[in-house]
T-cell receptor, first 110, second 113 residues
């Protein structure tokens, strides 16, 4: 089975840095995705980590530790448009499917 | 034009009615998925298909059926809709040679009264 945990809500200030954590317990792990979803819209891809370490992509970075079952998404220089839900998802190679966490709602205030 | 489209975008129906949600894609991907999203529960997989002849149940398939009419088309049916099927439904596609990233359609908001 799959168990994925991430905080329900977070708040931060424009210009700040925020870290959204995700822990998972799963069989057949073969990578972790982060998606961004604005209210009422489709999720859009942010990052994919297969190996341990940090992947940086502009203002967004994602980290993975497979031995600890842990990942985080780091958002720098926060902008108002970053207010959205951030979904952590684990790739299960056995079924070739994604299992999503419940998402973290991030509210960025001025 | 959008790569993954869903019709209808919004639908209100009554309990007991049959309803079909349609998904089309121009990405040329073999793999297609149907999810539902409920507040506080995240995205949950209903059915998925890896090619026209391959259909698989997901986490919450009861009360739903699917049809893969072609590589580009994957439909989700509710044979007899019930109020707890009120949700936001997403279709997605992926290409295993492209890193398994899933591309989502815009969603269908379904309300069952």
């Amino acid at each position: 089975g799959q168990n994925i945990d991430q905080p329900t809500e977070m708040t931060a200030t424009e210009g700040a840095i925020v870290q959204i954590n995700c822990t998972y317990q799963t069989s057949g792990f073969n990578g972790l995705f982060w998606y961004q979803q604005h209210a009422g819209e489709a999720p859009t891809f942010l990052s994919y980590n297969v190996l341990d370490g940090l992947e940086e992509k502009g203002r967004f970075s994602s980290f993975l530790s497979r031995s600890k079952g842990y990942s985080y998404l780091l958002l720098k220089e926060l902008q108002m448009k970053d207010s959205a839900s951030y979904l952590c998802a684990v790739w299960n190679s056995g079924y070739s499917t994604l299992t999503f966490g419940k998402g973290t709602m991030l509210l960025v205030s001025p | 034009d959008a790569d993954v489209t869903q019709t209808p975008r919004n639908r209100i129906t009554k309990t007991g009615k049959r309803i079909m949600l349609e998904c089309s894609q121009t990405k040329g991907h073999d793999r297609m998925y149907w999810y539902r999203q409920d507040p506080g529960l995240g995205l949950r997989l209903i059915y998925y298909s890896f090619d026209v002849k391959d259909i698989n149940k997901g986490e919450i398939s009861d009360g739903y059926s699917v049809s893969r009419q072609a590589q580009a088309k994957f439909s989700l049916s509710l044979e007899s809709a019930i109020p707890n099927q009120t949700a936001l439904y997403f279709c997605a596609t992926s290409d295993p040679t492209g890193g398994n990233e899933q591309y989502f359609g815009p969603g269908t908001r379904l309300t069952v009264t």
